[in-house]
């Protein structure tokens, strides 16, 4: 008992030491990146970046009756955006939890895989069978979740066949397998790569060993090096996710997760940390066990660490958090057809979803998710329609996918200009130097990029009342 009182001690006193260190490491570093920033004219429009974006589906309100009616009637429809599609069935699964995560996955051997698999398909039937669906072209086939690399190489490409089957792709069309290089044995890689997989999404989150341990990821930055190293040399797309704000990260342990990401030749996507409640971090945080993240100012110096890394490195800042190489990237259509596009994602769980107006995420519990797709019912939880002022609201969103607002469209689809509309929030904006208006568009100006989540809320329901 003793013992262990004093390596509790121990323990907390590690950390209350580390902490100090940290904090004076972090007060220099940041005297020198805010001395970046100045140089660079990096504006303080608002006092805290906001990362979450509005119009999600942590806002769309639980499924009634009527709006489920709506959504089979406009099933029922055909597609006339003229816009390619995104298709996405999730393996909402996971062999452990990262300390952080949100994401709604279940653990791999609580999971019938067989039995979970053959009623994703049966959901993916379900949609393949309306007119809307019959009517519309996909040109990516995207398994997401959780972490489909749980699956073994043949049942992947079994669900991505069954795909092919029963939708229509674009001549044009790219397959891409999310995977953690702890499930992602080589070999799979192997068989993935002969199938003609264009991309792995692989969710590195960091290359320092210690933050690794701290988050509860499995697997060495040696492992995932491998992972990526050798699916490139398969001639592979690799993108991986990292994330900043980490507790523990000083500048110098991102700028090396950065730098080794530059050297592997992947694509980025940067996120920063967000403590969600109820997962194992919040709590780690809040006894102790972790060190806390950083506060707002660190928090955008580090973004603005990896703007500078990476532009500077030949990437071009797309999309939500993106960081690309890859000139497809930039003209991907479920990116730039938003909000008028579509992404089709099933299984338990997924929450991209989104159809023109309509917006959805599935019941997260997977087991419940099996029963009422058995059922033969569509497994939506949350479902949104939008009416024509929100799909405004939307429509201005793209400023944060660093997207134009076209004028002509905006006016083609409301018979109105986004400055009859929010004049209020462009003229702010306009004088904070964060949006430039000309004839043809409104789009975010380099001073918007770091702000680009505060801009989209300007034009949120609440704040325009
Ligand atoms: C569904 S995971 C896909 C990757 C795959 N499951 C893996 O871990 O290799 C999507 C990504 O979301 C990011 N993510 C998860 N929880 C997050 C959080 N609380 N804050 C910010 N990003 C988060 C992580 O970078 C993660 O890789
Ligand atoms: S980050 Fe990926 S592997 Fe980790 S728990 Fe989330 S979905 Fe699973």
């Known amino acids: 008992m003793e013992v262990l009182l004093i390596v509790i001690f121990l323990r907390k006193l590690y950390y209350v030491i580390e902490r100090f260190l940290n904090r004076t490491i972090k007060e220099e570093q940041l005297k020198m990146t805010k001395a970046i920033a100045q140089e660079k004219g990096v504006s303080e429009a608002y006092g805290e970046r906001k990362n979450w974006p509005p119009y999600t589906y942590r806002d769309y309100p639980d499924i009634k009756a009527e709006t489920y009616e709506a959504f089979m009637k406009f099933l029922d429809t055909e597609n006339t955006s003229g816009r390619l599609m995104e298709l996405q069935p999730w393996i909402s699964v996971c062999d452990s939890r990262c300390a952080f995560c949100y994401f709604p996955t279940a653990p791999t051997r609580k999971v019938q895989i067989e039995e979970y698999l053959l009623l994703l398909k049966k959901e993916l039937d379900m949609y393949a069978k309306t007119r809307y669906v019959k009517t519309s072209v996909f040109d990516e086939i995207v398994l997401g979740g959780g972490t489909p690399s749980v699956l073994t190489a043949e049942q992947m490409i079994d669900l991505i066949d069954f795909c092919k089957q029963r939708f229509t792709t674009n001549k044009e069309y790219f397959i891409k397998v999310t995977g953690s290089s702890k499930t992602l044995a080589l070999p799979k890689i192997d068989k993935l790569a002969a199938y003609g997989v264009y991309q792995m999404d692989m969710g590195a989150q960091t290359f320092d060993d210690k933050i690794r341990k701290l988050l509860c990821l499995p697997d060495s930055a040696a492992d995932v090096e491998r ?13 991986v996710d990292l994330m900043y704000n980490l507790p523990g990260q000083t500048m110098e342990s991102w700028e090396q997760t950065l730098k080794k990401a530059i050297e592997l030749d992947v694509e980025i996507d940067a996120y920063s940390l967000h403590v969600d409640p109820g997962t194992l971090l919040e709590k780690m945080i809040k006894t102790g066990k972790s060190p806390p993240i950083g506060d707002a100012e660190f928090e955008k110096q580090l973004y603005l660490k990896a703007y500078d890394m990476l532009t500077k490195a030949g990437y071009k800042a797309v999309g939500h958090d993106r960081f690309s190489r890859v000139e497809w990237h930039m003209r991907e259509n479920c990116l730039n057809g938003w909000p008028w596009g579509g992404i089709l994602t099933t299984g338990a769980g997924c929450f991209m979803g989104y159809l ?7 019941i997260e519990d997977i087991n419940e998710y099996m029963k009422v797709v058995s059922a033969g019912k569509l497994p939506i939880q949350r479902l949104s329609e939008s009416d024509d002022d929100e799909m405004m609201r939307r429509e201005m969103s793209r400023l944060y996918l660093r997207l134009p607002v076209s004028k002509k469209e905006f006016m083609e689809k409301f018979g109105k200009l986004p400055e009859d509309v929010f004049p209020k929030q462009l ?29 989209a809320w300007e034009f949120a329901a609440k704040q325009t009342a």
């Not at 992972?227 to 993108?239: E, F, N, P, Q, W």
């Not at 107006?357 to 599935?362: H, L």
């Open 356 to 362: 023109q107006r309509f917006s959805y995420s599935n």
């Open 227 to 239: 992972a990526i190293r050798h699916a490139r040399k398969l001639g592979l797309c690799v993108c």
């Open 427 to 455: 003229k702010n904006l306009l004088e904070k130097g964060l949006i430039e208006i000309d004839d043809k568009e409104v789009r975010i100006t380099k001073q918007g990029e770091v702000w680009k989540g505060n801009i």
